[in-house]
């Protein structure tokens, strides 16, 4: 029986999250995150990265991501991201919307990746006096929405140039346990000390029900953030069981557990795929996600074997991306690796 393989988000919860979302049912708390979980877990957080950081729950990426953008933000202003960034091509302009009508400018980059040289030219136009929106802060996407990843010597030197034209960085970390578990270095190599304002830290997709994180390292944004959530409606009555997942989640190194589990399959996956002929990957295989030039009859042989994974590009597309999730078994990726060498066997 195939596997779906369409996104890490159509994955159940891992049982250390739901255990600690039944614990949290027990009893009373103070509402509105001043329970004593909300507590831990901003403690937590500052424990993780090295240094006091606040920290504001939200039940969605969006939301989060919305909240962190809309901080760094006048109306006046834009945000810099690259041209497929979430924030830019998924969030119906959230955080557009939170920040009072700023505007977004986009700027290209191989895999992903914003290219410096971009950015420079860009700041550099800023310069001039325009009548265009006002550069205000630079989202990076941490993995990029390609699966590729900067590297901590990247991110400093993209929060570099944007610092020094007064940028404020935000880091879109829908998958940043993916990418610290692929890193093998310390997260707080990869934001605050590299120059990161404020990052979204995810685990929705690594094993939460639905828990993110806002994580200012700028004191300065607490404010704007305690009240930016409260006015948004994401400052939940019952947020314990918000902080519950995330707290289990930090807990003994479970987020880079379950992160280097999909990163392990995606690889496999990979390794298995790239062998066969006819097949091409788009972009480098860094974190959990593969996306992959396959044969049509291979295509229609893995969703008739039961595997789920979208075309990208239309019916007609042999274009496909396909997610490994925390809980996906060897067993799992090897039959898809099976049906597909299958196929390469009858042609052949």
């Known amino acids: ?44 957080m500052s424990e993780l990265f090295e240094r006091p950081c606040r920290v504001f729950m939200a039940g969605t990426g969006t939301a989060a991501n919305a909240l962190a953008v809309s901080a760094l933000l006048p109306p006046w202003g834009a945000v810099l991201c690259h041209h497929n960034a979430h924030i830019h091509s998924s969030e119906c302009n959230a955080p557009m919307f939170f920040s009072g009508g700023a505007g977004v400018t986009l700027l290209p980059g191989e895999h992903n990746r914003i290219d410096p040289a971009a950015l420079t030219a860009e700041l550099a136009r800023q310069r001039h006096p325009a009548d265009h929106a006002k550069a205000s802060a630079l989202s990076l996407t941490q993995a990029t929405e390609a699966g590729t990843l900067y590297t901590p010597d990247q991110v400093a030197t ?12 935000h880091m879109d970390g829908a998958r940043f346990a993916n990418a610290v578990a692929a890193l093998s270095c310390a997260p707080a190599d990869l934001t605050w000390r590299a ?5 979204t830290f995810g685990a929705t997709k690594n094993g939460a029900l639905a828990a993110e994180a806002v994580v200012a390292f700028d004191p300065g944004l607490a404010e704007a953030l305690h ?23 930090l807990t003994d190194g479970l987020w880079l557990n379950l992160a280097a589990n ?33 044969t049509e ?40 690796l099976t049906v597909a060498a299958g196929v390469t066997a009858k042609v052949g």
Do not use: W
């Open 195 to 199: 120059g990161v304002d404020v990052l």
């Open 1 to 44: 029986m195939g596997v779906n393989f369409g996104s890490d988000n159509v994955s159940g919860i891992a049982p250390q999250i739901l255990d600690a979302i039944a614990r949290a049912n027990v009893g009373t708390e103070p509402a509105y995150g001043m329970d004593a979980i909300s507590a831990r877990v901003e403690q937590k």
């Open 297 to 336: 009859p291979m295509i229609r042989a893995l969703h008739g074997a039961g595997f789920t994974f979208p075309r990208r590009g239309g019916a007609a597309s042999t274009f496909a991306r396909l997610v490994c999730a925390f809980n996906t078994r060897p067993e799992d990726v090897d039959e898809l």
């Open 227 to 249: 009240y930016r959530r409260k006015r948004a409606g994401h400052l939940f009555s019952k947020m314990r069981f918000v902080a519950a997942q995330m707290e289990a989640y």
């Open 158 to 169: 993209l929060c570099h140039a944007a610092k020094g034209a007064g940028l404020k960085v």
């Open 262 to 294: 999909s990163n392990a399959r995606a690889k496999q996956m990979a390794t298995g795929l790239a062998r066969l002929p006819g097949v091409r990957l788009e972009h480098p295989v860094e974190i959990n996600e593969v996306f992959v030039h396959l």
